[in-house]
């Protein structure tokens, strides 16, 4: 029997292509220059142990004065795909170049980047050639979270890795040219998956939570190496910017998971973290999730050490983005996609008001992560959400552009695709400018 992560639309697509002059529904805003990219598992030999496993394949589509030029998906080329490389070597040693790199793809000081948590990240070309690793010219000693956070003001990388042996978790932070400045171990007491964190303006927010690695299923080899622990307390660590070899403060919570967060912001005295939550993650099997996600808000306290949890939504979601110019800082608008039970829609939510506007998908239409693309030079303004939406009666995708401002309208632009995109993970919009 063929695994579920294998079959529809989350089986692999075999061939890379490249093709032109997309045909479109409706109109592509003019002001829209640059390459939409989305990475996500795409094993090579068309088989893995668990969906998150697959190889690395990023898929792109360029716009450029109104037209969708082009489409192309490549494989990323990284040891494990090219060698075989493990990420042990024959002396117990991390080799980092080795991964699979299909989570996500960024852009900072110049360079494009595809990411796995377990690995250094790839370089690839505007073309979705591959470079090479990169290592920030040898600087990088551990793997690279598949969530970066670009400051907005500083224009500086914040990111961190995590490990099986300690340190566990370790903090970086590159400048603006991509020159990694700081690297310092944050002490936490067990090997736990940390996928996400929060960046302020005035701080870094880890998230220390109770899903383990768990050395027999590592062993095994038959899905992922983590399982939830009861006895391990959740909680959230608060690092100061200005102080980053400081202490870093925590602050307990009630158990769960967080694979992403939507964004946190700095107020008097307090921090505001908003983020979907699992009450729990692999109590029992690391094959599949225990329950859905949904919006909640933490608000730590800073003068008493309180914390005051709250659900923001009740509607299953996940894949939270905002508009990345105001990362850190109080963005009033988020954006989540719901898919699932052969039903999708994009959410967007206003954080100041608590209200929720919603497109709902026809036809069994399920949407990916839907990337925000700025409409003008206003941070938290004006832009559209732009998404990969399989169809399954034709089995196969488009690229969705829809307002964000007015989501429930019908879309902007639909561009249809050569062919089906697999279900996949994160990406965003690259514009030239």
């Known amino acids: 029997m063929t695994a579920p992560h294998l079959t529809g639309n989350y089986a692999p697509v075999s061939e890379e292509l490249t ?21 996500g598992p795409n094993p090579h030999a068309a088989a893995s142990k668990h969906w998150f496993l697959g190889d690395g394949m990023v898929h792109g589509v360029r716009l ?25 070597d024959a002396q117990g040693r991390r080799d980092f170049t080795a991964g699979v ?49 670009t400051c907005p003001v500083t224009g500086e990388l914040h990111f961190f890795g995590y490990d099986f042996r300690e340190p566990y978790l370790t903090y970086h932070r590159a400048g603006a040219d991509g020159t990694l400045e700081l ?69 307990d919570i009630e158990p769960c998971y967080i694979f992403h967060t939507l964004n946190a912001h700095d107020e008097p005295d307090r ?35 309180g914390v005051r949890e709250e659900q923001i939504d009740d509607r299953a979601a996940e894949f939270p983005r905002i508009d990345d110019r105001l990362a850190g800082l109080d963005s009033r608008f988020g954006h989540a996609t719901v898919a699932g039970d052969g039903h999708g829609a994009l959410l967007r939510y206003d954080l100041h008001t608590g209200g929720r506007t919603a497109h709902e998908f026809a036809d069994g239409r399920i949407p990916a992560e839907a990337a925000f693309a700025p409409a003008d ?15 399954p009666g034709a089995d196969r995708s488009d690229l969705v552009i829809l307002d964000a ?6 879309p902007v632009a639909t561009i249809h695709l050569p062919r089906r995109v697999p279900y996949g993970f994160h990406g965003n919009w690259l514009p030239d400018h």
């Not at 003019?30 to 990219?37: A, D, F, K, M, P």
């Not at 090479?132 to 979270?145: E, I, R, S, V, Y």
């Not at 973290?273 to 999730?289: G, I």
């Not at 401002?405 to 019908?410: E, G, N, S, Y």
Request: glycine content about 8%; aromatic content about 12%.
């Open 19 to 39: 093709e032109y002059e997309l045909p479109c529904t409706g109109s592509i805003p003019g002001e829209l220059t640059g390459w939409y990219l989305r990475n």
């Open 64 to 88: 450029e004065g109104g037209r969708a030029v082009s489409y192309r998906n490549r494989w990323v080329r990284t040891s494990t795909f090219t060698d075989g490389a493990r990420g042990i």
């Open 101 to 149: 790199a299909n989570t996500h793809v960024v852009r900072h000081a110049g360079r494009t980047l595809a990411l796995v948590e377990s690995s250094f990240p790839y370089e690839l070309t505007c073309d979705l050639d591959t470079v090479g690793p990169h290592d920030f010219d040898g600087k990088l000693t551990t793997a690279m979270t598949a969530h970066p956070k």
């Open 183 to 251: 690297s310092r171990p944050i002490d936490v007491p067990a090997a736990t998956m940390h996928h996400d964190f929060a960046l302020t303006a005035k701080h870094v927010v880890f998230l220390d939570l109770p899903v383990l690695f768990d050395l027999p299923s590592a062993i095994a080899g038959t899905g992922m190496p983590f399982k939830w622990s009861d006895d391990y307390r959740a909680r959230l660590g608060v690092l100061r910017r200005d102080d980053p070899h400081g202490a870093v403060r925590w602050f």
């Open 271 to 305: 921090i505001v973290l908003y983020a979907f939550r699992y009450r729990s993650m692999w109590r029992a099997d690391s094959q599949s999730f225990d329950e859905p996600a949904t919006l909640w808000r933490w608000t730590l306290d800073l003068a008493t050490g």
């Open 377 to 391: 030079e206003t941070p938290g303004g004006d832009g559209y959400l732009m998404t990969y939406v399989y169809d």
């Open 405 to 410: 401002t007015d989501l429930a309208a019908a």
